[in-house]
Nanobody
Framework: QVQLAESGGGLVQAGGSLRLSCAASGRTFRFNAMGWFRQAPGKEREFVAYIRQSGGDTYYTSSVKGRFTISRDNAKNNLYLEMNNLKPEDTADYYC?????????????????WGQGTQVTVSS
């Protein structure tokens, strides 16, 4: 079994920062990558960023590139998302996900495990 638990969401003004954390437990050695997705009210879940377990390669959706940073601490089985210069359009529920897959990592369908999400609200 694998459990993912997000934390760190909240309410912040535009231009502010938040750091999301995801604590992974269970058979984490099976992960090949971890990622962050988000879902705004009335919209589909969308990819934000991923990081590969081997090599640490990262990839971001264009709308967050330069503002968000994904990182991990393998010793603690933690995943992070540092979010700076937040905008109202970043408002969403943010989900941590993990996958055994190596390809197609921008697609939610490629992820095997999901957390329950943490809410981020950015006020203008």
């Amino acid at each position: 079994q694998v459990q993912l638990a997000e934390s760190g969401g909240g309410l912040v003004q535009a231009g502010g920062s938040l750091r999301l954390s995801c604590a992974a437990s269970g058979r984490t050695f099976r992960f090949n990558a971890m990622g962050w997705f988000r879902q705004a009210p009335g919209k589909e879940r969308e990819f934000v960023a991923y990081i590969r377990q081997s090599g640490g390669d990262t990839y971001y959706t264009s709308s967050v590139k330069g503002r968000f940073t994904i990182s991990r601490d393998n010793a603690k089985n933690n995943l992070y998302l540092e979010m700076n210069n937040l905008k109202p359009e970043d408002t969403a529920d943010y989900y941590c996900a993990a996958t055994r897959n190596l390809f197609g990592l921008v697609a939610a369908s490629q992820y095997n495990y999901w957390g329950q999400g943490t809410q981020v609200t950015v006020s203008s």
